[in-house]
């Protein structure tokens, strides 16, 4: 099989394992019906942007593309959900929760931001990456 092929592979079993993880938490933490903050789609995408601002800035990981490339690409990128954000974000707005809504926005925004931002910090703060070695 291929190089590309592989890779392909890879980020696809990865997207099955994040989507299943996403599933599971967002089951357990998501009410039934949008009556308060969706914390688990809001938990799996602040952890999504955290993983992936580290992920995105491991030296090391980029010697091996298809592991980046899974984890990025295919765990990470099924594990949180931009299009679950919306959904609950206009569902909330037609139930009238203006304030749930609002922070909703705001905490998924600008926690993502600096989750991405934390994570590029740890993955750019590791010894490793300071002595500039990359094993």
């Not at 599971?24 to 995408?45: K, R």
């Not at 592991?67 to 099924?78: D, E, I, K, P, Y």
């Amino acid at each position: 099989m291929g190089r590309y092929r592989m890779t392909v592979l890879y980020v696809g079993l990865a997207g099955i394992a994040g989507a299943l993880a996403r599933y599971g938490l967002s089951a357990a933490m998501n009410p039934q019906q949008v009556t308060s903050l969706p914390w688990g789609t809001l938990l799996c995408n602040l952890a999504g942007c955290l993983s992936l601002g580290f992920l995105a800035c491991l030296p090391g990981l980029q010697r091996y593309p298809d592991l980046r490339a899974a984890l990025t690409t295919g765990f990470v990128g099924s594990f949180t959900t931009f299009s679950t954000l919306s959904w609950e974000l206009v569902s909330m707005l037609q139930q009238q929760l203006w304030t749930s809504s609002a922070l909703y926005f705001i905490v998924s925004l600008w926690g993502g931001i600096g989750c991405v931002r934390l994570g590029r910090r740890f993955g750019l703060n590791l010894p490793a990456v300071k002595r500039g070695s990359e094993g």
